[in-house]
């Protein structure tokens, strides 16, 4: 029912038998506390007022409309504080994962994300956020950085995350691999397992296996094993590996590891 439309001044509005502000549109938004609950039914009618040099008058209340309140309510406020997390940075590119705050009777729901280094602003994401990570950076290498986020909607700004910070790592040849170990010794052969240096930077692209001096197959990353043929049966070799990155080749594992054919 639009009452300007019919002359009519106002509705009179009843939650149950609870009367409610009058109100001049045919929109109505009740944000009484006795209604705050999770599924909580509710009972609405509604009535047409006018009002004029002749006095008051007023229709029936219609019948009554029922319901329940959705799963859960939340009252608007402003966003609680985000949190962010990244993961290594590799070639200095820093990627950031927000990940939003919770949303409750207290605490709004976020629209807008801004990332701040410092004091400076760097990046600005928007709700709903998809998958991580929702930040991507551009830092040179040893440049140190203070991330913070904070979340934002049309109540107000949160209160800002816990500072993530550190220093871009400069590039540098990997380390050494380790756990080398020599299985499935044959009178001619036998295989080589090894575990991934950490943290390299860039990547790992490949290993050397090395018999000796001599380097006996170049493996592609991330496989971590080899076979080695073409020895001789009774001998002793003297194993090792080494990674290789974009920057160069890192030093080999120690202590050298001894395969003896059969």
Do not use: C
């Amino acid at each position: 029912m639009d009452p300007s439309r019919i002359g009519l001044n106002s509705h009179d509005v009843k939650i149950g038998e609870v009367n409610q502000p009058s109100a001049s549109t045919k929109t109505v938004t009740f944000t009484t506390p006795n209604y705050a609950t999770p599924r909580q039914p509710f009972a609405l009618k509604v009535r047409a007022v006018r009002t004029d040099s002749n006095g008051t008058a007023v229709s029936d209340f219609s019948p009554l409309l029922r319901g329940h309140l959705p799963a859960t309510t939340v009252a608007p406020g402003t966003p609680g504080a985000p949190t962010l997390t990244t993961t290594p940075i590799v070639g200095g590119q820093v990627k950031l994962t927000l990940t939003p705050p919770t949303v409750d009777s207290t605490h709004g729901a976020p629209e807008w994300y801004a990332v701040y280094d410092g004091a400076r602003k760097v990046a600005t994401a928007y709700a709903p956020l998809g998958t991580a990570p929702h930040v991507t950076l551009q830092y040179a290498a040893a440049q140190t950085y203070s991330f913070t986020v904070v979340a934002g909607n049309s109540i107000g700004v949160s209160a800002a995350s816990s500072a993530l910070t550190g220093t871009v790592p400069t590039p540098a040849v990997p380390g050494a691999p380790t756990g080398v170990a020599v299985t499935n010794v044959t009178a001619t052969g036998m295989d080589v397992n090894w575990t991934a240096p950490a943290g390299a930077n860039p990547p790992v692209t490949s290993y050397k296996v090395y018999d000796g001096a001599t380097v006996k197959a170049t493996i592609t990353a991330p496989i971590t094993t080899a076979s080695l043929t073409g020895y001789t049966s009774a001998t002793a070799y003297s194993i090792t590996v080494s990674a290789v990155n974009s920057v160069g080749e890192g030093a080999q594992s120690t202590p050298a590891v001894t395969g003896t054919t059969s």
